[in-house]
């Protein structure tokens, strides 16, 4: 190591010192830069915010909802059915070409009401063995005749009225939409009605998509009916 000059002995110690920093911690090369740490940027796209990749791919793939647009009424479907004459309770409505009627006699889960049901179901369909099977159907038209029990309360159970009711054999019906969360299902209730001492209510589900004609068929339907006790 080369001395230093006795004159600057000082400004040589300065320089050793200096020197051995270097060598202990290192020094940039580079004049004019500064070394230093970027925080990570999140590159996420997801309408979730960041932090999403802790999720699961489900949930990832999930859409978040907050609204579901509501399916505006349309006019009621024009086409000609088939007049259908019940033979256990005295009422008739127009079966839509293309679907089939089918009745049951069934209850609630927890068996505190009982019903008589007709439903309708496309023809494209077999007949369902159940009114839990007729469920599963993406579109279904149901009939209730309400034996014993409450009436049901659509309010109660995640429908939203609509702003006008429906008139069912001249009565203004109180009307009703609900629509699943991920919005793929739609349901249209109607009533209670009570007529000749029972219960009249009436639901629709359309799902897979949701159709706007099977509201329209729906409301042809619901207009079709008569109480002719």
């Known amino acids: 190591m080369r001395k230093c000059p006795f004159r600057l002995p000082l400004l040589c110690i300065i320089c050793l010192l200096s020197l051995s920093f270097c060598i202990l911690v290192g020094c940039s090369n580079t004049s004019g830069t500064t070394n230093s740490t970027s925080l990570p940027t999140s590159t996420s796209t997801s309408v979730k915010g960041p932090g999403s990749q802790a999720l699961t791919a489900t949930a990832q793939t999930t859409a978040i909802t907050t609204h579901c ?4 009424l349309p006019q009621p479907s024009p086409e000609e059915g088939i007049v259908y004459n019940d033979k256990t309770y005295p009422f008739t409505l127009t079966i839509p070409i293309g ?3 089918t009745a049951f006699s069934t209850s609630s889960a927890d068996q505190s009401s009982t019903f008589y049901q007709i439903w309708l179901t496309p023809k ?3 007949h369902p063995a ?22 049901a309360d659509y309010t109660k ?3 939203t009225p609509e702003a006008d009711p ?3 054999d001249h009565i203004q019906t109180p009307f009703y939409q609900r629509t699943s969360p ?11 009605i009570t007529i000749g001492g029972k219960a009249y209510s009436f639901y629709l589900e359309t799902r897979d998509p949701p159709r706007k004609e099977d509201v329209a068929i729906f409301l042809k339907v619901l207009q079709s009916f008569t109480y002719t006790g």
Do not use: D, H, K, M
């Open 69 to 72: 647009p509501l399916i505006s």
């Open 182 to 192: 991920n919005c793929g299902e739609v349901n249209f209730a109607a009533g209670p």
């Open 124 to 126: 494209s369909l077999p």
């Open 99 to 101: 679907w089939n009627e």
């Open 157 to 159: 159970i995640g429908f």
């Open 130 to 151: 159940s009114a839990e099977e007729a469920l599963r159907y993406p579109e279904a038209i149901q009939f209730t005749v309400l034996l014993s029990g409450p009436s």
């Open 166 to 168: 429906v008139v069912i």
